[in-house]
């Protein structure tokens, strides 16, 4: 039900994100019309990116919070990933048309009027940014929506440039030098192409499960907190992001001499704990491995009947041993 709870308030914040980022869009060109700035136009076309990029993020969210069915198994989360891929594909179009623009206009200059009325437009429109974009990242981060933390995050960097572009359109405004304008478009422009490469990197990663290893110590953290002695080791650890939810694969080795009742019984334990410590929907797919001979050395079991030979050290299970694919103790992995 919690889960539930956030996809409906995630599409609601987005919906108002979509309709503000609409009023914002309508300012800012009212603000280039009335002053013919490329610094003020670059600011209004990345609004339209804004957007684009809040209805694209809209509909995903709600796509994303579709049960699974018998065609999508996993459920539909990825398409959160897709449009955040998208988005990122936006802002490098616009930071490749606004660096365009600059360079034109720095061959063929065109005059700035009513600059004063421009920079107060625009400024009104930043404020209103900042708040918007704060508040799309807290709620996205909460809710655990990839789409909604991508298009804050975008808002955000659209904020500071807006930003800059005023310090810029200021500076235009005590000096009357007027290529300044094009500098801070030519500025924006880059900005826009750094920004847009970091969220379709971003994207990507989500789309080819690129190993998230913050999040997998996020785990670990939790398994090593509440570790019982009859969780021998972890290994072949492996996440999968669907939207705010996870898929986790791994393999966990028990006492050989557990009753399939016994090993059921640890695997649904684990279960309730990651779901319940880690905040987020959790499914969670546990192979178990009987414990071999080798296990001896990094099994702390106490009370075990049957150990063959003393412990030699406790497996730690930090990132980079528990996505190792194989056992440790092993003849294959000491």
């Not at 709600?62 to 539909?76: E, I, N």
């Not at 999968?240 to 986790?248: A, M, P, R, S, T």
């Not at 702390?300 to 103790?329: F, Q, Y």
Request: charged residues 20%; proline residues 2%; aromatic residues 8%.
């Amino acid at each position: 039900m919690p889960n539930q709870l956030n996809k409906k308030k995630n599409l609601r914040i987005q919906a108002f994100a979509v309709a503000v980022g609409f009023g914002l869009l309508v300012v800012k060109f009212s603000a280039w019309l009335i002053t013919g700035s490329n610094a003020i136009l670059s600011d209004a076309l990345e609004s339209v990116i804004n957007v684009l990029a809040g209805l694209v993020a809209l509909f995903s969210i709600y796509y994303a919070s579709r049960p699974r069915d018998s065609d999508h198994l996993y459920g539909h989360g990825k398409m959160e990933f897709i449009s955040s891929g998208f988005e990122g594909t936006l802002i490098l179009v616009a930071g490749l048309i606004i660096i365009g623009k600059a360079v034109y206009n720095f061959v063929f200059p065109h005059e700035i009027e009513a600059l004063g009325t421009g920079i107060l437009l625009t400024a009104a429109a930043g404020l209103v940014n900042f708040l918007l974009a704060w508040m799309l990242i807290r709620q996205g981060r909460a809710g655990h929506s990839p789409a909604m933390e991508a298009d804050g995050k975008h808002l955000l960097s659209d904020g500071f440039s807006t930003l800059g572009m005023l310090i810029g359109l200021l500076l235009i405004w005590f000096t009357g030098k007027l290529w300044i304008d094009n500098i801070v478009a030519l500025m924006f422009g880059l900005l826009l192409l750094r920004m847009g490469y970091k969220v379709l990197r971003s994207a990507l990663a989500g789309i080819l499960d690129e190993t998230d290893r913050e999040l997998v110590e996020g785990f670990m953290k939790v398994l090593r907190q509440h570790r019982k002695d009859d969780w021998i080791d972890i290994h072949n650890f492996r996440i999968i992001k669907f939207g705010g939810q996870l898929h986790v694969d791994c393999h966990l080795t028990l006492p050989w001499y557990y009753s399939i009742e016994e090993g059921h019984r640890v695997v649904d334990e684990i279960e309730q704990l990651v779901n319940s410590e880690m905040n987020r929907q959790v499914e969670l797919f546990i192979h178990v491995d009987p414990c071999l001979e080798s296990s001896c050395a990094i099994c702390a079991k106490a009370d075990c009947e049957v150990r063959r030979h003393p412990i030699v050290k406790r497996m730690d299970w930090t990132t980079d041993e528990v996505l190792k694919n194989s056992r440790h103790g092993s003849p294959d992995n000491k």
